[in-house]
């Protein structure tokens, strides 16, 4: 009796093929709060607080934002 064939080998899944134009803007929260120019100034002034101070909650926000945007322009159809 001949002795079966070994089985070819198996490759790992690769990683999600995904090069939709939408991840490009996931660079914006990235590469926006490293612009020095933001940050040159106490003024204006919300509700008492600095320019730094709150323009590091409104980074946050547009990093949710745009997280958000492109999660729901790359997600599967038909996926939950």
Known sequence: MAAPEPEAP??????????????????IPIVVPLIPAFFNGD???IFGFPRYYWLQ??????????????????????ER
Request: charged content about 15%; aromatic content about 12%; glycine content about 4%.
């Open 43 to 45: 003024s204006p002034r």
């Open 57 to 78: 909650l409104a980074w946050i926000l547009l990093g949710v934002a745009t997280t958000t945007l492109v999660y729901q322009m790359t997600k599967k159809r038909g």
């Open 10 to 27: 198996t490759t790992a899944p690769s990683r999600a093929k995904d090069h939709s134009p939408w991840n490009w803007l996931l660079f």
